[in-house]
């Protein structure tokens, strides 16, 4: 073992030895005997504290929080009891912070991501807890560390690229798909997940620090990491880079996806033309994708829900406000105020070709953000318009390219931003008309204040592909329907996703890929039903944990946050 170690040592160790000598105190310990219940189900052997460490303790003499993830439990994935245990401390010290009692968190990052046997519950959770992240880091740097291991995959991948600062070790890796989920949905060419340089190059700490996408490299040692902490929180509360849109849109623009690019070479381009500065403008680089638009084919106009229904709502004649074709972005007047209404769209022209088929890909992320914001600015001083997010999205886009220029910071600045826009009082509705599939639904859809779906049977809605989940589970997919009979929160379907209580309402119509001026009525009655709700409930998630559903399905995420508060 190496002197001090800090990557060797367990989740329980990580979170004692971070905080002054003495001070820890852990919440949910494994004699309060919250583990899951669902893995219970499939025949897996569940641990008493899920797998998610919470504690309390000082760090330089200030009150903290540490919450740590043990990655040698079901690869630190979040399920239902692990993602209710850390979203509830967040919110917890939220509250403190609130009430003038300063809480520093510090999170200890080693997960995969959702954790698949739970899938559904892993996707609310990390949604609530990027909500949380959102808000309160308003009053308190987010200090998050990557030591090793596992890494940070998955949509907790997004909900570290929302932190004030990120650091990690050489042996930390930082991304949205794992290297065999790209294999398996574009192909080996595109990811050779047997490739070990590959992999670390690309994902790994010193790639991202070089190219910032984390902000210190530290190492292995105990010592050097409490040092880069105290650093970090004595910095207070920076610019996020997850809100610098304009900086991250250019870089994407500059970059020719046709060529090859290596870490290196990204490493010295961003340097080269001033990415990494903290003046940095979009004046600096010129555009390769002018001469793109310029080459492209005529526009295709391929059919999906998202385009039928975002048409049906806004109309055709509508003003875009999106920069690229596979965001449709229009208001509309709804109910005598304005909305803004986004989807994302197929596009065969699209600039990176992995997000041809209405995935949410490098440039949606941002575009996403950017629609979102450019509202919130206009609305400032006034009454905040309302934002609707139309979701047909297959998932986030897979590809070599996509995770080394961050894919998982493009989505998670559009979960900043939707989150954001709640915050500064604009009601936040979704409306399912296709599949909401993983980090493109964290992304687009997760983080509203009123959720409704067409209820429709062919809809899915999943951390996950079935032959990918499959993959990483080592199960068959005829083994994955069998266990979801008794796990709504593992099933494809909408009305198993009802079941856990974020859904408002499940909506019938005539028409699900072609919607008839009756149909959009419909839906337009719901939408405003939805904002006004919203408002009441002020625009924020609590909702989720009061619906009839939530209180039987989600009943561990209730008790979790309640004996966490008696033991605050």
Request: glycine share 10%; aromatic share 6%.
């Amino acid at each position: 073992m190496i002197m001090n170690s800090f990557v060797e040592l367990t989740a329980r160790e990580r979170a004692e030895a971070i905080v002054d000598k003495g001070t820890f105190r852990e919440l949910l310990d494994p004699y309060e005997n919250f583990r899951s219940p669902h893995l219970l189900k499939q025949g897996i052997i569940a641990q008493n504290d899920d797998g998610m460490i919470v504690g309390k303790g000082t760090f330089n003499n200030k009150q903290a929080v540490v919450i740590s993830m043990e990655g040698n439990f079901q690869g630190g994935g979040i399920g239902e009891v692990s993602g209710a245990k850390f979203a509830g401390a967040l919110e917890l010290a939220l509250e403190d912070n609130k009430k003038g009692i300063p809480t520093q968190p510090i999170i200890l990052f080693d997960t995969g991501g959702v954790r698949l046997q739970e899938a559904n519950y892993g996707l609310l959770s990390i949604s609530e807890i990027q909500a949380a992240i959102v808000e309160l880091r308003n009053y308190q740097p987010l200090i998050g560390v990557i030591p090793g291991r596992i890494g940070c995959f998955g949509g907790m991948s997004m909900t570290a690229a929302l932190f004030s600062y990120l650091i990690i070790t050489k042996e930390g890796r930082l991304t949205l798909n794992g290297p065999e989920v790209i294999e398996q949905e574009a192909g080996i060419k595109e990811f050779d997940a047997s490739d070990k340089v590959l992999i670390w190059n690309t994902l790994g700490g010193a790639n991202r620090v070089a190219t910032g996408y984390a902000d210190y490299l530290a190492e292995d040692s105990l010592e050097d990491i409490v040092r880069i902490i105290g650093k970090c929180i004595g910095l207070g509360i920076p610019v996020h880079r997850s809100t610098k849109i304009d900086a991250y849109e250019n870089l994407l623009a500059s970059i020719n996806p046709k060529e090859n690019l290596t870490p290196q070479g990204l490493q010295e381009y961003m340097k080269r033309h001033g990415f990494l500065e903290k003046d940095y403008t979009v004046k600096k680089v010129i555009s390769n994708k002018k001469d793109h638009l310029q080459k492209q084919l005529p526009a295709q106009v391929i059919h999906s829900r998202g385009r039928s229904w975002f048409n049906g709502i806004v109309g055709k004649d509508y003003v875009n406000k999106s920069k690229i074709d596979s965001v449709m972005c229009g208001d509309i007047s709804l109910n005598g105020e304005v909305a803004r209404v986004i989807t994302v769209v197929p596009d065969e022209n699209s600039y990176y070709p992995r997000a041809k088929g209405g995935e949410v890909g490098l440039e949606q992320g941002w575009e996403i953000a950017r629609c979102i914001r450019e509202a919130m600015r206009e609305d400032e001083g006034k009454v905040s318009r309302p934002i609707i997010a139309v979701v047909d999205t297959p998932s986030q886009a897979y590809g070599y390219k996509e995770e080394l220029l961050g894919i998982f910071l493009s989505c998670a600045s559009a979960v900043d931003a939707y989150a954001s826009a709640r915050l500064a009082g604009h009601p936040v509705v979704t409306l399912i008309v296709g599949n909401a599939i993983s980090g493109a639904f964290l992304a687009h859809g997760l983080q509203e204040s009123y959720i409704i779906s067409l209820d429709d049977d062919k809809i899915v809605v999943h951390a996950m592909s079935k032959k990918s989940a499959a993959r990483i589970t080592k199960r068959s997919i005829s083994e994955m329907d069998k266990a979801a009979a008794d796990v709504p929160g593992i099933a494809y379907d909408i009305h198993s996703f009802n079941c856990l209580g974020a859904l408002n309402h499940l909506i019938k119509v005539n028409n699900h890929d072609a919607p008839l001026n009756e149909d959009i009525n419909l839906i337009k009655a719901e939408l405003i039903k939805g904002i006004k709700t919203s408002r009441e409930n002020g625009n924020t998630l609590k909702y989720r944990l009061k619906t009839e559903n939530a209180i039987i399905y989600r009943a561990l995420s209730i008790e979790v946050r309640e004996k966490l508060k008696e033991l605050w």
